[in-house]
């Protein structure tokens, strides 16, 4: 009888396709990036307006509305972002459905990270096999869905 894998989505860090130091920085830097990024979030609160929650981290106001009178095609995905982590799930979808992926997709990938570096699991094994074509097709097609969406509900 074969013994069953603890963990089938991971392997060994000593059997990874990388070294493992190399396995080990990138975890960090991903795990790390999660962190910040949720720390930097978790410190704002979601604009009511659907957009401009990056204003409250210091950053000028989008030119887009200002120029063109639309939304740009990531408007909205800071809040959306803002909205996950503070566990609105259904508003942050509703809010700029591409940024609440991608804040999920990060969230995700953090915890991984993190969780390979405390049980000593190879980080880049994951994402080697992942079809990264794939995933970065779906995320540019619901990039341009998600920015005619907020288009089509853009009150400015």
Same mark, same amino acid.
């Given at each position: 009888?074969?013994? #069953?894998?603890?963990?089938?989505?991971?392997?060994?860090?000593?059997?990874?396709?990388?070294?493992?130091?190399?396995?080990?920085?990138?975890?960090?830097?991903?795990?790390?990036?999660?962190?910040?990024?949720? $720390?930097?979030?978790?410190?704002?609160?979601?604009?009511?307006?659907?957009?401009?929650?990056?204003?409250?981290?210091?950053?000028?106001?989008? =030119?887009?509305?200002?120029?063109?009178?639309?939304?740009?095609?990531?408007?909205?995905?800071?809040?959306?972002?803002?909205?996950?982590?503070? =566990?609105?799930?259904?508003?942050?979808?509703?809010?700029?459905?591409?940024?609440?992926?991608?804040?999920?997709?990060? #969230? #995700?990938?953090?915890?991984?990270?993190?969780?390979? &570096?405390?049980?000593?699991?190879?980080?880049?094994?994951?994402?080697?096999? #992942?079809?990264? $074509?794939?995933?970065?097709?779906?995320?540019?097609? &619901?990039?341009?869905?998600? $920015? =005619?969406?907020?288009?089509?509900?853009?009150?400015?």
């Amino acid at each position: 009888m074969t013994a #069953l894998r603890q963990n089938p989505w991971t392997i060994p860090l000593a059997e990874g396709p990388v070294s493992p130091f190399a396995d080990r920085l990138t975890a960090l830097i991903v795990g790390g990036l999660a962190a910040v990024v949720i $720390w930097s979030l978790s410190r704002v609160a979601p604009d009511g307006r659907g957009h401009g929650t990056h204003e409250q981290l210091g950053m000028d106001p989008c =030119g887009w509305p200002v120029v063109y009178g639309i939304p740009c095609p990531t408007c909205g995905c800071t809040t959306a972002a803002t909205q996950l982590l503070h =566990g609105d799930v259904f508003g942050a979808f509703v809010t700029q459905p591409f940024g609440a992926a991608l804040a999920l997709i990060g #969230l #995700l990938a953090g915890v991984h990270a993190w969780m390979c &570096l405390l049980r000593t699991r190879s980080f880049v094994d994951v994402i080697v096999r #992942l079809p990264f $074509w794939r995933i970065v097709l779906s995320l540019f097609l &619901l990039l341009w869905a998600a $920015w =005619g969406y907020k288009y089509l509900v853009w009150e400015g």
